[in-house]
Nanobody
Framework: QVQLVESGGGLVQAGGSLRLSCAAS????????MGWFRQAPGKERELVAA????????SYTDSVKGRFTISRDGAKNTVALQMNSLKPEDTAVYYC????????????????????WGQGTQVTVSS
């Protein structure tokens, strides 16, 4: 089992940047593929970015490509989401998720493939 705690959300103006961090504790961090999801009011939860256990292969939803970067640090047991050029439509609660049982370089994009979720952190982008 793993516990996930997100941090780094807040209020930012359009065009600004935020860096989200997710700290994992419990079972070995390298056992987990990781992902960042978001959910805006009245909308379904969607994948923002995902990263494999190896930290090599990654995947991004089209709307954030070129603006967001996902990374993981095995020494610190953290996964980060660097968000640049933020837009009002990026406003949502952002969740960190972890899934086990995947190959070393597999990127997991389906929400129901993730077993563990953080509490979420609010990101608000003003226009």
């Amino acid at each position: 089992q793993v516990q996930l705690v997100e941090s780094g959300g807040g209020l930012v103006q359009a065009g600004g940047s935020l860096r989200l961090s997710c700290a994992a504790s419990g079972r070995s961090f390298s056992d987990y593929a990781m992902g960042w999801f978001r959910q805006a009011p009245g909308k379904e939860r969607e994948l923002v970015a995902a990263i494999s256990r190896s930290g090599g292969p990654t995947s991004y939803t089209d709307s954030v490509k070129g603006r967001f970067t996902i990374s993981r640090d095995g020494a610190k047991n953290t996964v980060a989401l660097q968000m640049n050029s933020l837009k009002p439509e990026d406003t949502a609660v952002y969740y960190c998720a972890a899934g086990s049982g995947f190959f070393w370089d597999t990127v997991v994009t389906r929400p129901n493939a993730y077993s563990y979720w953080g509490q979420g952190t609010q990101v608000t982008v003003s226009s």
